[in-house]
């Protein structure tokens, strides 16, 4: 399994913007399917974005199309998500995953590798 820390979350005024990193530490994505998940109190977890291991495929959920962007840095071993025109109900959790599957499944239960969660909140 791919060890994952994210980070970046914080607070924000709505139509603001915020940049999450997701790292892998002790060794390379290599062919790891990369994702973001959100999970906001009392709601189940949800699929925000992705981008296949050799950056050919991205993928987003309908909620966040047109406004979040996901990136991957294999240099920095980094995957980001950038956020722009934030709003209150994209506070959540902000978790990403690993998948060794080369296809982006919108699913949790297709990833096996998490990292700890950051915090995002967007104020009105």
């Known amino acids: 399994q791919v060890q994952l820390v994210e980070s970046g979350g914080g607070l924000v005024q709505a139509g603001g913007s915020l940049r999450l990193s997701c790292e892998a530490s002790?060794?390379?994505?290599?062919?790891?399917?990369v994702a973001w998940f959100r999970q906001a109190p009392g709601k189940e977890r949800e699929f925000v974005g992705a981008?296949?291991?050799?950056?050919?495929?991205?993928s987003y959920g309908d909620s966040v199309k047109g406004r979040f962007t996901v990136s991957k840095d294999n240099a920095k071993n980094t995957v980001y998500l950038q956020m722009n025109s934030l709003k209150p109900e994209d506070t959540a959790v902000y978790y990403c995953?690993?998948?060794?599957?080369?296809?982006?499944?919108?699913?949790?239960?297709?990833?096996?590798?998490w990292g700890q969660g950051t915090q995002v909140t967007v104020s009105s």
């Open positions: 995953a690993a998948s060794p599957r080369s296809t982006i499944f919108t699913g949790s239960m297709w990833y096996e590798s």
């Open positions: 981008v296949s291991w050799n950056g050919g495929s991205i």
């Open positions: 002790g060794r390379t994505f290599g062919s790891h399917t």
